[in-house]
């Protein structure tokens, strides 16, 4: 049987949104994609957690700063409260049943929040030093920039590359990194590219864009859904936990 995918959508003057590819990638990958609404923490935690197989964190807006307890400071777009407050407690309860969460650009700094990390609010005016390019001007499938891998970790286990190019849509990254989650790639200007559990079987979130990169058959982007999907095929009870902290 197909695994149900539960994929996180946008909110904005209550219409839900969200972008084909991730979709799109999940079916190319064998699962079932069910877009899943910003409803309250209770059903989330008591009903769509335990349904779902797995757990998509998609990109979108800016995350709330209230979410780490900071104040909105210059460089702060628009945010929505109920995708933030939805995706953080889907996300600790699906840790807690250990089903695999992938989380994408701003799923990945919302996945570290989660776990009692923070991010930075806008990285053009809280990092002093010279930056790459992280808001392309190019097509969504397009890969502008590299990023290193650690040899190490379960995304080089999927990728099996050491430096691969990824595309890049973000002002927002992973700064403060949770102690139950381990930096396993960066760019060449030192930002975190990609973080992974310490604990869970798949928890893994992903600063780029895989799914924009799947329609043009990126190796590396068809490998992380593919496997991602692949683990969700495996009842949680299955999968090894090392003494998680949810």
Not at 74 to 103: H, Q, T, W, Y
Not at 119 to 128: F, G, L, T
């Amino acid at each position: 049987m197909k695994p149900l995918i539960g994929i996180t959508s946008n909110l904005q003057d209550d219409t839900l949104s969200l972008s084909m590819d991730n979709v799109q990638s999940i079916i190319e990958a064998g699962g079932i994609p069910v877009v899943l609404p910003n409803v309250p923490p209770e059903v989330a935690e008591d009903e769509l957690a335990h349904t779902m197989d797995g757990l998509l964190v998609t990109g979108g807006g800016d995350v709330d700063p209230l979410t780490f307890g900071e104040e909105p400071k210059k460089g702060l777009r628009s945010v929505c409260p109920e995708r933030d407050e939805f995706e953080i407690s889907i996300i600790k309860k699906m840790l807690a049943l250990n089903k695999p969460v992938f989380a994408i650009c701003r799923g990945c700094q919302v996945l570290n929040i989660a776990l009692d990390g923070d991010i930075y609010q806008d990285i053009y005016s809280q990092i002093e030093r010279e930056l790459l390019q992280h808001t392309q001007i190019a097509p969504r499938y397009h890969t502008s920039h590299y990023i290193n891998i650690k040899k190490d970790s379960l995304l080089f286990r999927i990728v099996q590359e050491e430096s691969v190019r990824v595309n890049s849509f973000h002002h927002q990254t992973v700064r403060k990194v949770s102690p139950y989650l381990a930096v396993v790639a960066t760019s060449n200007d030192g930002l975190i590219e990609a973080i992974e559990s310490k604990y869970h079987t798949f928890a893994l979130g992903v600063q780029w864009h895989p799914e924009n990169m799947v329609s043009v058959k990126d190796r590396c982007a068809l490998a992380l859904f593919q496997y991602f999907v692949n683990t969700c095929k495996t009842p949680p009870s299955s999968l090894t936990v090392t003494q998680s902290p949810l």
